[in-house]
């Protein structure tokens, strides 16, 4: 009896549609939850971002989406300051990145006018 051949197929790279967005999480305000963008990223869970209002931080990737969500630099996410950790002018402040948006929800935000002009990519101060 002869073998019979299989075909295996790549899942993934056939042609992808458009998720459809029902919900999207805003940032608590009440909370001190904001919107921010990732700057850099330096390793061991943390990386340089740019807040809403205009501060640099150093986010750390908190544990709940340390290891399901990739987040990489340009990302648009949500952040939490540290509110027990005293600011100084040689130091950065320290926060807790809480949320990361796909690509589909930041042009849902983007369309509806939610996010704040200073976090365009272009327009970043470093």
Known sequence: MAK??????????????????????????????MFARVVEIYGNDRMGVFCED???????IRGKI???VWIRKGDLIVI???EFETETT????????TWRYTRAEISWLERNNKVPEILDINNIPL
């Open 4 to 33: 019979k051949k299989t075909v295996q197929r790549k899942k993934g790279k056939g042609p992808q549609e458009e998720p459809v967005i029902t919900r999207v999480k805003y940032p608590k305000r009440s909370l001190g939850e």
């Open 54 to 60: 205009g501060k640099h931080r150093i986010g750390r």
């Open 66 to 68: 340390k290891k399901r």
């Open 80 to 82: 939490n300051p540290w």
């Open 90 to 97: 040689d130091k950065l402040g320290k926060c807790e990145i």
